[in-house]
């Protein structure tokens, strides 16, 4: 986990409470807050850096929760060995693996 100076830290725990008020880190579907909190902190960074007040849209919010979704979706199938990551020309590419296929062809049979 990133370390954010420490107006964004506070912004971050702010973003957090109000999240944690409806309820999106309970629950089957809960969110893990460390990936809301480093989707939120990458967004306000540049922020802090030119010095601007930190403003954040109620569409930049959806985006970011649910790239934190995504991000945390990616990590478990990473960690159960269903996917896998390979950057080719600076870009990060996803692909099954063994473990998926094999998966995959069973459940064809």
């Known amino acids: 986990m990133t370390t954010f100076p420490e107006s964004i830290e506070e912004a971050i725990d702010e973003i957090i409470d109000d999240l944690n008020s409806v309820n999106l880190f309970e629950g089957e579907d809960a969110i893990d807050p460390t990936y809301v909190r480093e989707e939120f902190g990458n967004f306000l960074f540049p922020q802090w850096k030119s010095g ?40 990060e590419k996803f692909y099954l693996t063994g473990k998926a296929n094999e998966y995959i062809k069973k459940r064809r049979s």
Do not use: H, P, W, Y
């Open 52 to 91: 601007d007040e930190f403003r954040i849209s109620f569409d930049d919010a959806e985006r970011l929760i649910k790239r934190a979704a995504i991000s945390e979706s990616i990590d478990r199938l990473k960690d159960k060995g269903i996917i896998d990551t390979i950057v080719e020309n600076g870009e």
